[in-house]
């Protein structure tokens, strides 16, 4: 059986798991600790939220937790509905409700998260980025603050990157573009500080473009031995990759 992972933050009920009956004993930030740690071996966690039980169901909390895949969070929904988990009394553990989204968005995983499902996916060594340019757009020393004045009419920093992201196992490699800029109000404040703002906007160009290549990426997960393979639909590249069945 094969499921769909897109680079995308996780928005289905069957992606979300819900926790309730938890005890009143911990603090919230313990509690988060314990769940991430306990309903992490199922699978990928993108989140977890751990919040006070409404007025009328008494003291403790209840969690939310999102999973990038629907088939890890079924996985640990039948395993922990019942148990203990992280305390010494029983809990609760549903799948989230399900409701129509009207008008709903998916929205793109940020740089960081994207590296984190890729490694988990793909293995550290599985995937890297290639820079192909990363260009200022600003050039602070060659123009006058008229020219450098960005679509709001300020003064600001610019950089464009181009990237891509590379798979060898798989052969294939995805592109990305950013654009990332900052205004700012006054040229003139130091060298150390102009510096330490360009190389922030710079970081902040190569994360977008890190971030839009993913996009173009999606993750079939397999849940049974077979042949890795690679499908091109249009502009989005899918990879297939095998994940142990339980």
């Known amino acids: 059986m094969a499921e769909l992972i897109p680079f995308a933050v996780p928005s289905g009920s069957d992606k979300t798991l819900l926790v309730w009956n938890l005890s009143s004993g911990p603090t ?3 509690l988060h600790r314990s769940l991430s740690t306990a309903l992490s071996r199922f ?20 969690a939310v937790v999102k999973f990038y ?6 996985r640990a929904q039948k395993a922990c509905d019942g148990s203990p988990l992280v305390q010494s009394t029983p809990v609760k553990v549903h ?10 968005q ?10 984190e499902l890729a490694n988990y996916y793909f293995g550290f060594n599985g995937w890297s980025k290639r820079i192909i340019k990363l ?6 020393e060659g123009r006058d603050a008229g020219a450098l004045a960005t679509p709001r009419g300020k003064p600001g920093l610019r950089f464009l990157c181009a990237l891509e992201v590379v798979l060898p196992s798989y052969k294939c490699a995805s592109p990305g573009v950013a654009v990332a800029e900052e205004s700012v109000e006054e040229l003139e404040q130091g060298l150390t500080a102009l510096v330490a703002r360009r190389k922030a906007v710079q970081k902040l160009a190569v994360q977008k473009a890190l971030s839009d290549a993913f996009q173009k990426l ?19 590249k899918t990879v297939s990759v095998v994940v142990p069945a339980y």
């Not at 989230?96 to 989204?101: L, V, Y």
């Not at 998916?106 to 590296?115: A, V």
């Not at 999606?218 to 393979?229: M, R």
């Open 28 to 30: 919230a930030e313990a």
């Open 218 to 236: 999606c993750i079939v997960a397999l849940a049974v031995g077979s042949d890795l393979f690679l499908v091109t639909c249009g502009r989005k």
């Open 106 to 115: 998916t929205l793109p995983l940020n740089s960081s998260r994207c590296q």
């Open 135 to 140: 260009q200022d757009l600003s050039d602070l």
């Open 43 to 62: 699978g990928l966690l993108h989140s977890v939220r751990v919040l006070p039980n409404a007025a009328v169901a008494g003291p403790g909390f209840y």
């Open 69 to 74: 895949s629907a088939r890890d969070a079924r």
């Open 95 to 104: 799948l989230g409700s399900r409701h129509k989204a009207a008008g709903h």
